[in-house]
């Protein structure tokens, strides 16, 4: 009996301390636990930004050397040397191949002694004239036979003009044993052999010379951008930048041609941009990506591309406000390009903006920022943050 109500107090005071820990509560036969606070939801975020963004026209190009010259022989004969190795670049005048110049020789010495001998043959014919002219005054001989002698030196004037045709002719075609680049650029492969006979009427390339620096890329543009690509190429020439196939850049040149008619079948101008080509990016026959820079947007907003969200009522993004809730706001976005979209409404370009994790976003929702890197899921540190 005196035991009882010890035990009284005992099951009381292990109900109170129950009752204390961890916010536990006797109800009936179960336990409630205090519901816990609502987590943040963690989000990788952006700067809105104010920069001048380039206005550029996309296309695929074909790169075009400017010039391509195919060598071919002017005289006949049998190919004695070769200058220049294969794939070699050359300056225009350097020496590319001698044809055996020996009959060529033999024909400017033979008309070099044609030439001297009909000189000499004209001058005989003057001195004669004079002779015949002076007696003819003196009536010692017939006015006509003086005459006569006239049309002889004039016979044998024109056969010295004829000699000294024939001699610059022959020294043309000396001249044309030796056959050099007519314009500067990188050989091909050499299509006739040394030991050769060539013609000059064959119409046989002996190798080719294509010009690479600068070099041309030629590409197509819609007909619409016209009016604007003339009106800023007026100011300026308007640069053109080329990239590989990859997205890598290669070289930057200027427009240099725009086509003087559109192609009525597909609606498109043809342009074409030099390039210096000075470290040889550009390989003719080669396509690359064209990008035509238009124009400059002065100190346009921009924002992350991922940060801007498609909705059933156009483009959106989440702004983070100063409670670290999240707004969302509706933005025109007026281009993207290079990780970035231009928003031309909608943002002053002062806001922070999220990048990753809007999904599980919606107007005032709280946020917290992950460490940059980190998956939305992870905290700070990169541990799971308590919503994952």
Request: aromatic share 4%; net charge negative.
């Amino acid at each position: 009996m005196p035991r009882r109500p010890l035990a009284i107090v005992g099951g009381i005071g292990a109900l109170v301390l129950a009752a204390g820990i961890g916010g536990w509560v006797w109800s009936g036969h179960r336990t409630v636990r205090d519901p816990p606070a609502d987590p943040a939801t963690p989000v990788n975020v952006g700067k809105a930004t104010r920069q001048n963004v380039p206005v550029r026209i996309e296309a695929l190009g074909t790169v075009q050397p400017i010039e391509t010259v195919s060598v071919e022989s002017r005289v006949n004969g049998q190919i004695e040397k070769v200058f220049f190795t294969q794939g070699q670049e050359v300056k225009a005048g350097a020496p590319l191949f001698l044809i055996d110049p020996r009959p060529y020789q033999a024909a400017l010495d033979q008309a070099q002694g044609q030439l001297a001998h009909d000189q000499a043959v004209l001058q005989e014919a003057r001195t004669d004239l004079a002779r015949y002219q002076r007696l003819a005054r003196q009536n010692a001989i017939a006015k006509q036979q003086a005459e006569d002698q006239a049309y002889v030196v004039q016979q044998d004037q024109g056969t010295v003009t004829l000699d000294q045709a024939n001699l610059e002719t022959a020294r043309l075609n000396l001249a044309y044993c030796r056959i050099a680049a007519p314009a500067a650029g990188l050989t091909g492969a050499l299509l006739v052999d040394p030991g050769n006979y060539v013609q000059a009427t064959g119409g046989t390339a002996l190798v080719t010379i294509t010009q690479i620096k600068p070099i041309d890329v030629s590409f197509t543009v819609p007909e619409s951008d016209l009016d604007e690509i003339r009106a800023n190429q007026a100011k300026q020439p308007l640069d053109v930048e080329a990239l590989s196939q990859a997205g890598r850049p290669l070289a930057t040149g200027k427009l240099s041609l725009i086509d003087n008619q559109a192609n009525t079948a597909t609606g498109t101008v043809m342009l074409e941009g030099t390039f210096d080509n000075g470290n040889e990016a550009l390989w003719p026959g080669q396509f690359v990506s064209i990008r035509l820079v238009v124009a400059t947007r002065a100190n346009a907003v921009t924002v992350p591309a991922q940060a801007v969200m498609a909705g059933p009522n156009g483009s959106y993004v989440y702004v983070i406000g100063p409670d670290d809730t999240v707004a969302r706001v509706p933005v025109t976005v007026a281009a993207r390009q290079d990780g970035i979209a231009v928003i031309a409404k909608g943002l002053d370009g002062t806001e922070q903006v999220v990048t990753d994790g809007q999904y599980r976003l919606a107007d005032k929702v709280k946020v917290t920022i992950v460490a940059p890197g980190a998956a939305p899921g992870q905290g700070a540190g990169g541990t799971p943050s308590p919503s994952s």
